[in-house]
């Protein structure tokens, strides 16, 4: 998992309620990425970006937000909108850039349960 | 649109055995693949990957993958199987020139078990 760090490693939440995803890198990455996983659906990007203060909404943004105040920190919000968010979440961060060989890094996951 | 398929949900295979864990990949032009493993409520651990050159690539824990252009694949192999590989394993590809994020998309996985 190098150094990527996700916190907490299990989060419960109750329905109607925000919750904040902590990942945070010292890699020196410019890049980081959010993804969602679910069992016999692989890995879908929730957002990415590319450099401070900025980022991109992936496949499945909806119910999510994301901020990208510092080059080490990407947390993610998931909000009372997310219908489903029951589901294991990964942190990955990469070189970045114009890099199309760039390879992505993962942190050890959150697992949140609504309940 | 890219797309990765990865035919098995699960491959079985005694140790010492080799094993084949497929992948088949759609992309427009010529692709980076790359393989990840995953253990029970951990991460992805990244293995290997194809960028350009040799079509057998050697990755990490004496895993191998080769790239076979016109089968538009990327089977990942291991001469012979421990039971410490039982794991989830990803496929993924990007297309090259896809613009300013290095997007992967990701295959659903397949479950490796190595038995004694």
């Known amino acids: 998992d190098g150094g990527i760090t996700q916190s907490p490693k299990y989060l419960f939440r109750k329905e109607g309620q925000n919750v904040t995803l902590s990942c945070e890198q010292n890699?020196?990455?410019?890049?980081m990425y959010w993804y969602r996983q679910d069992p016999g659906q692989g890995l879908r990007l929730i957002y990415y970006?590319?450099?401070?203060?900025?980022?991109q909404k992936g496949d499945i943004a909806e119910g999510y937000s994301v901020s990208r105040e510092k080059k080490e920190s990407f947390p993610l919000t998931v909000t009372s909108a997310q219908k489903n968010p029951t589901a294991f979440y990964l942190c990955?961060?990469?070189?970045?850039?114009?890099?199309?060989?760039?390879?992505?890094?993962f942190g050890p996951g959150t697992r949140l349960t609504v309940l | 649109a890219q797309s990765v398929a990865q035919p098995e949900d699960q491959v079985n295979v005694a140790e010492g055995n080799p094993l084949t864990v497929k992948c088949t990949y759609s992309?427009?032009?010529?692709?980076?693949l790359f393989w990840y493993v995953q253990y029970p409520n951990r991460g992805l651990q990244f293995l290997l990957k194809?960028?350009?050159?040799?079509?057998l690539v050697k990755g990490s824990y004496g895993f191998e993958a080769e790239f076979n252009k016109s089968q538009t694949s990327f089977h990942l192999k291991k001469p012979s199987a421990l039971v410490s590989d039982s794991a989830l394993y990803f496929c993924?590809?990007?297309?090259?020139?896809?613009?300013?994020?290095?997007?992967?998309?990701f295959g659903t996985g397949t479950r490796l078990q190595v038995t004694l």
């Open positions: 990955a961060s990469s070189i970045g850039g114009l890099w199309d060989t760039d390879t992505q890094y």
């Open positions: 890699l020196n990455h410019d890049a």
């Open positions: 970006s590319q450099i401070v203060n900025d980022f």
């Open positions: 992309v427009s032009g010529n692709p980076y």
């Open positions: 194809y960028i350009t050159g040799d079509n």
């Open positions: 993924a590809v990007r297309g090259r020139n896809t613009g300013t994020a290095s997007k992967l998309t």
